[in-house]
Structure formats: C-alpha cells, structure tokens
C-alpha cells in the first residue's frame, strides 16, 4: 500500500517490470536506504536509486536494449544510469496516464561493501550481497530495504531493526566505528534529526563526542558538502543549533556558532521573493546567502580562514568584501536624504549584499530605504545618450560622466522627468561659446 501512494502508477508499473528482467537474469533489485525510509513515514519519493544484488551494469545494459534509453555506466563504482526514453510510459502503463510528473532517468548500482583501510580514509569497494550493502550505511533508519522481484515483491527487509527505530524516532548508528569510518556523518545526524523531529540514541550522541576531533582530520570539501544540505533543508537553524549544543560546529572552526540572531536570519531569508532583489531564485543563490548570514559577523580574517578550510568557492565569501563599507552606510540612510545622495551611497554594492543588511537590519527605516533603492532607483537612468549630448554641442569627454550623473540625480529626485527637461539641463553643460 505504501508503494501504491508513494508513486505515480506508471512509475510502480515500471520498477516492477525492472523487478522482473532482473529476476529472470539473476539478479535481485532492492528500495534502499532513504527511500525506504521515506516511504514508511508517508513522504514524497523524488529519486528512485535501485540496488541490485548482482550486476548492476548487466541489468542496465538489458533494460536498454529492452526499452531503449541509454545508459552512462561507472564501471569502477559498478553503477549505472538509464536515462529513459520518452515513450517509455506508453509502453509500460498504457492504460495509466499520470498528471504527476515522472523521472527522466533511474539509478542502478551494484550491492556493495566498503573496507575502511584507515580511519577517514575514503573506502575501498568491493561487490556484495545486500545485507553488507546495507551494513555500511549510517544510521539504523537508513539500513531497511524492500525487495522487488516478483517472488517477494513489497516484502521488507530489516537486519539492524531499522524500523523500530523509525517508529520510535531514533536515530543510531550500526557499530561503534560508524563515525570513526566517516566523520561527516555527525552532521547528518543532526540534520536527520532536525528534519526528521528525532532524537540520537544516547551511545550514538557519546560516539559523537569522542569523534569530534575527526572533523579538522578530513577534507574541508566534505565538511563543507554536508553543511550546504544542511542549509538545504527547510530549518536548517535546528540542525546547526543542535551541532552546536554537540560541539561539532566548533570542532569544525572555534568561532562557528548558531545563535537567536542566526536563526532569525535565516528564517527570513527564506520568506524573502529573491526577484525583487533582482537575484535568480535558485537552491544556489539561496546557499549562498544562507553561507553568507553563518560568517556575517565574523572578522574578515576568520571568514577567509573558514573558507580556505572548508575549500568554499571564492563567490560563496566574497559578497562579504564590502560589508564593512556596506555598515558604514546603513546608519546614514533616513528620509532626510534626497534619493539621489541614497542612490550615491548605495551604488557601490551588489544586490546580494544589500539583501544581506536588509535582513540583518532591525531598524523600520534604513530598511524601507534599501527596498526602495533595489525596486526603484537603482534601475533610474536618464534618456539621454552619447549621441544625444554630441547633438546638443557638447564634444565628448570625461564631463559626459558628470552629466549622466547629473541627469540621473535630478530624475531621482524629481527635478526632472522628461526628455526636454534633460535635455535643457544637459545644455546648461555646454562649453561657454568662445
Ligand atoms: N550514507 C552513509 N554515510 C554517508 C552518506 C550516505 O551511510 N556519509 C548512506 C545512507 O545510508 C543513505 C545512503 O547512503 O541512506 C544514500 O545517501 P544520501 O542520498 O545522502 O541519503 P538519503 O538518506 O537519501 O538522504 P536525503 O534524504 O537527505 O537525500
């Protein structure tokens, strides 16, 4: 049943007809993992990975001259993906036409096991049965499986009592080596938890203690990926207070910290339309400013010493170069001003940074100031262009600069409003007649 609500029916359709070439070519094709997970708490699947206990390159390399559709494999991972074709549905579920949408392409790979050769040390792979698949994974929650061959379609799999730690909303780790093997997994539990509203079993939360230090011992890059889901999630001011409260932002720099201030920050950036600051709405332009709120208030040696450890793109710290500037500004910003002296202070600054103090600005007014300023003047330009002043007698020069700020300030402020009125105060420019 839980199959049936969790997917479209063209898409159960096919990954049981998939559940079934395997099984006709020896193999066995498993739900892992997240999506095991998901489904048995009710929630929307998006990717559909497939393990296969066998050879997942063969099955793809079946499915696809089967179905069409090609496949890009990885043979030293023993992955593949099937990149479906467009008339896939039609062929699979004639009679069940879906508005949902469906997936372009599915992911096989192979069941395997990873040996640790040394602590955080990336793993060596081999192929294997499901059960040491599963073995490797991160929390018990994390580990169930559903098997899809037709024999045993639907049926559960549950080696490390991954579903009474579902239901009791736990989270726990298979063995006492689970974060030894991969530090980063500290922060996945916390961002399980925080997403999922459960709790770290009391020896998972020890192990986490003592792991800690493991966190400097690793690739910054690593660290850097886990907190950027972190601050994919929908609050992930939970996940960073709770890593808080662990140690574990610490432990990855001293003045990381997520505190009311942070939380309030991030929570409003989310209601923020990003298109009225002229920003794309993107998950990217979101992580970047989510990053941008964590180092705000750090001096500018610790942000750049953070963003060398953790291997963050350059863009990711450099809309904080000018925040010095950017605050030296703010407290000047009060409807005394003309919008043209505003339009002067602001005009220095990328909108990126002044969405960022406009968020963290408490005051009613300098904000108000800011919005109208992104909206409103900062795209006020005169009408008037080289040629035109040329027309009008003024040879061309450094003074063309002067004017155009002279037009646009006057359009702003609302001296002037058309292109006759530019144009008279253009002329007023004209070199005196010898
Ligand atoms: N995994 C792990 N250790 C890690 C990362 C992943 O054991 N450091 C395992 C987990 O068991 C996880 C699976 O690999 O279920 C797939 O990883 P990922 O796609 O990151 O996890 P999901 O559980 O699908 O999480 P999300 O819902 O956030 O995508």
């Not at 549905?89 to 990873?114: F, G, N």
């Not at 938890?193 to 890059?221: V, W």
Request: hydrophobic share 45%.
């Amino acid at each position: 049943q839980r199959m049936r609500d969790g997917f479209p029916p063209p898409l159960l359709a096919l990954i049981r007809q998939i559940g079934a070439e395997a099984a006709r070519h020896g193999h066995i094709v498993y739900f892992v993992g997240g999506l095991v997970r998901d489904l048995l708490l009710g929630q929307q699947i998006f990717d559909v990975d497939l393990v296969v206990e066998g050879d997942a390159i063969q099955l793809g390399q079946t499915l696809s001259r089967q179905y069409g559709g090609e496949v890009r494999t990885h043979s030293r991972f023993g992955t593949v993906k099937w990149l479906l074709p467009a008339d896939i549905w039609q062929k699979v579920a004639p009679a069940q036409p879906t508005e949902e949408p469906l997936p372009t392409s599915i992911d096989l790979v192979t069941a395997r096991t990873e040996f640790y050769e040394s602590p955080t040390a990336l793993p060596r792979v081999e192929r294997s049965s499901i059960k040491q698949d599963l073995h490797r994974r991160d929390f018990t929650i994390n580990t169930l499986a559903v098997q899809l061959d037709p024999q045993n379609w639907g049926r559960l799999l549950d080696f490390f009592g991954g579903k009474a730690d579902l239901e009791a909303g736990i989270i726990r780790v298979l063995h006492s080596l689970s974060f030894v093997d991969d530090p980063t997994r500290i922060l996945r539990a916390a961002r399980f938890e925080a997403r999922l509203g459960f709790h770290l079993e009391p020896r998972t939360e020890a192990l986490i203690a003592d792991a800690l230090p493991l966190l400097k011992r690793i690739t910054g890059g690593r660290v850097r990926h886990e907190l950027d889901m972190i601050f994919h999630e929908a609050q992930p001011e939970l996940a960073l207070k709770r890593l808080q409260s662990l140690g574990a932002l610490q432990a990855i720099d001293e003045a990381l910290r997520c505190d009311a201030w942070l939380a309030d920050s991030l929570a409003r950036l989310r209601s923020v339309n990003l298109a009225a600051w002229d920003l794309p709405d993107t998950d990217d332009t979101r992580l970047e400013l989510s990053w941008a709120l964590f180092l705000y208030r750090r001096p500018r040696p610790v942000v750049q010493r953070v963003a060398r450890q953790l291997l963050m793109p350059r863009r990711f710290v450099e809309v904080l170069s000018q925040r010095d500037e950017l605050h030296a500004v703010l407290p000047r910003l009060s409807d005394s001003l003309a919008p043209g002296e505003i339009a002067d202070l602001l005009a220095p600054f990328p909108p990126k940074l002044l969405l960022l103090g406009w968020l963290v600005t408490p005051q009613e007014q300098p904000r108000a100031i800011l919005r109208r300023y992104v909206r409103e003047w900062r795209h006020v330009r005169p009408a008037l262009r080289g040629d035109d002043l040329q027309r009008l007698g003024i040879p061309p020069g450094p003074i063309y600069r002067t004017i155009f700020h002279a037009l646009r300030t006057a359009r702003l402020n609302g001296e002037i409003s058309t292109r006759a009125e530019e144009e008279a105060l253009a002329r007023t420019f004209r070199p005196a007649a010898e």
